[in-house]
């Protein structure tokens, strides 16, 4: 009982991480000695002090023989910062409760074994579903190298993204719009297809204070991207990536000019290769990616297997008529040729209702 307590007071200093930590994970970390906290502590930014390292910082009396609980297995490798194991085990703590275990290949267990070959005892999988929770984005791209993607769409308890005339704003409410900004945050990218740019020429960014913009990325196979379009002509507010399959330098440059990067990806049944351009942003540390449409980008990254989540909030209206649906291209043949889901999380947010699942892989 007194595990979870004080993990779940962890679990909610990793969260303050979120969003600013990518691509490491949300971590968080509670010291305690005779029954009471003397230091806490959490990751605060990628390149920054550990969790575990910010908490001894923080202690009031000496950590020695106390408990330290904290929601990641202790890093045991120079990465960015040294091992928080050689921390841990310098101040003396004498048991350790962890919630998740780390599948980072220089971790990967060690870190939890180093520490008990120095006397230290440790308890695991405390409050581990919850912990896991927090870092699904940095699990999924620390074993795979590409980002995390999570599609999204709002729709209509008819399933419609926009009305026949073609006209999307707004369908959810105000909270739910809010919810979608916190995710433009969390997410180190974002990504549409040029249809979307075209129709709704949208800005992408993060409209909440004190927080930060996505990398915007535009799929745009054959470079027809309006050099007028909000995304080329905001580049010194949120950075712009124009992927396309167009080699031509020439006819990069007015977009290079503009602030934009160009991103040359390989060309698969005539449409980028979205498993490649995943690669690339993986490349550039891009641990989660949010895709907000359209129909078509949607249904090309379904097939080509990068999507892992789907956000579908759904608003209580009905359009009618032949308006867009979220996800579109030709569609499964038969119901037994469906993308499979995992049951869904089920929130209400403000009047509408957010529905999260799981990709099963095929
Ligand atoms: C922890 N506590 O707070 C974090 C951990 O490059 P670095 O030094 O920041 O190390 C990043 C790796 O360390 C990351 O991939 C993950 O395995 C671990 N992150 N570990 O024990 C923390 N942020
Ligand atoms: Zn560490």
Not at 52 to 69: F, I, K, S, V, W
Not at 202 to 211: I, K, Q
Request: aromatic letters at 6%; a neutral charge; one cysteine or more.
């Amino acid at each position: 009982m007194e595990e979870i307590y004080y993990m779940r007071l962890a679990i909610e200093l990793a969260r303050q991480g979120r969003g600013w930590v990518n691509p490491n994970p949300m971590v968080g970390a509670v010291i305690v000695k005779h029954g009471k906290i003397v230091g806490q502590g959490f990751h605060k930014k990628c390149g920054g002090l550990h969790a575990e390292r910010n908490a001894l910082a923080d202690c009031q009396t000496p950590a020695a023989g106390a408990t330290l609980y904290v929601t990641l297995e202790p890093c045991c490798h120079h990465g960015r910062t040294p091992p928080c194991t050689d921390a841990i085990i310098k101040s003396g703590i004498s048991r350790l409760v962890v919630g998740s275990f780390d599948p980072n290949p220089m971790v990967a267990g060690k870190g939890i074994s180093i520490l008990r070959s120095h006397g230290i005892e440790v308890i695991e999988n405390v409050a581990k579903e919850e912990c896991d929770k927090l870092n699904e984005s940095f699990f999924h791209y620390i074993q795979n190298k590409t980002p995390y993607v999570v599609m999204k769409y709002a729709m209509t308890m008819d399933g419609k993204i926009a009305t026949h005339t073609g006209r999307s704003q707004w369908i959810t409410g105000s909270e739910a719009l809010k919810h979608v900004h916190e995710d433009r945050h969390r997410y180190s990218a974002i990504m549409v297809g040029l249809g979307t740019v075209l129709t709704d020429d949208p800005m992408l960014t993060c409209r909440l204070e004190n927080r930060k913009n996505p990398l915007r990325v535009i799929c745009d196979t054959n470079l027809r991207t309006p050099l007028g379009a909000k995304i080329v002509t905001t580049t010194n507010i949120a950075s712009t990536i124009i992927a396309t399959t167009i080699m031509d330098t020439n006819r990069h440059r007015p977009y290079l000019e503009a602030g934009c990067e160009i991103m040359v990806i390989s060309q698969k049944d005539n449409h980028i290769d979205l498993f490649n351009l995943m690669q690339r942003l993986g490349e550039r540390q891009i641990d989660s990616l949010l895709l907000e449409g359209g129909g078509t980008l949607n249904w090309s990254a379904l097939q080509s297997g990068i999507v892992n989540k789907v956000q579908a909030y759904v608003a209580p209206k009905l359009f009618g008529g032949s308006g867009k649906t979220p996800v579109g291209g030709l569609g499964v043949d038969y119901p037994e040729g469906a993308f499979q889901l995992s049951k869904p999380v089920i929130t209400q947010i403000g009047d509408d209702v957010l529905l999260e699942s799981e990709v099963i892989p095929c």
